[in-house]
C-alpha cells in the first residue's frame, strides 16, 4: 500500500523551531518530486516548498523563504521540512504530496498523485 506518513508537528511559540518528516512506505520516494503545503481554518491550500527528485532543485513560497529549508534523504525514503523562526501565522495542517516530476507550477495540490494524512503545528505563546 502506497503511503505518506508525516511527523514532528506540535505546539512551538514564536520564534521557535520545528523540523517535520515525511516518509514514503510502499513505493521509493526518490521518484518522486515532494512539496509540503499546509492548510489553516477556513484558508485554501498553500504550497509551502517543493523539492525535486534527487534534491537539486528547491523552491519556497515568499512567506516562508529564508525561514524554512526543504531536504531529502532517499536512502531513509525521507522527506525533511525544517522551520525556523516560527510565526502565529504559519499555524496549520502541514501536509506532503509527491508527483513524478519537479515541475514550476509545483504549489498547485491538483497536480499531486499521493497526499499525507497531515501533521498540526501551532504557534503561540
Known amino acids: 500500500q502506497l503511503q505518506l506518513v508525516e511527523s514532528g508537528g506540535g505546539l512551538v511559540q514564536p520564534g521557535g523551531s520545528l523540523r517535520l518528516s515525511c516518509a514514503a512506505s510502499?513505493?521509493?520516494?526518490?521518484?518522486?518530486?515532494i512539496a509540503w503545503f499546509r492548510q489553516a481554518p477556513g484558508k485554501e491550500r498553500e504550497g509551502v516548498s517543493c523539492i525535486s527528485e534527487s534534491g537539486g532543485i528547491v523552491d519556497y513560497a515568499n512567506s516562508v523563504k529564508g525561514r524554512f529549508t526543504i531536504s531529502r534523504d532517499n536512502a531513509k525514503n525521507t522527506v525533511y521540512l525544517q522551520m525556523n523562526s516560527l510565526k502565529p501565522d504559519d499555524t496549520a495542517i502541514y501536509y506532503c504530496?509527491?508527483?513524478?516530476?519537479?515541475?514550476?507550477?509545483?504549489?498547485?495540490?491538483?497536480?499531486?498523485?499521493?497526499w499525507g494524512q497531515g501533521t498540526q503545528v501551532t504557534v503561540a505563546s
Open positions: 510502499g513505493f521509493t520516494l526518490g521518484d518522486y518530486a
Open positions: 504530496a509527491a508527483k513524478i516530476g519537479y515541475t514550476l507550477t509545483w504549489w498547485r495540490p491538483i497536480i499531486y498523485h499521493y
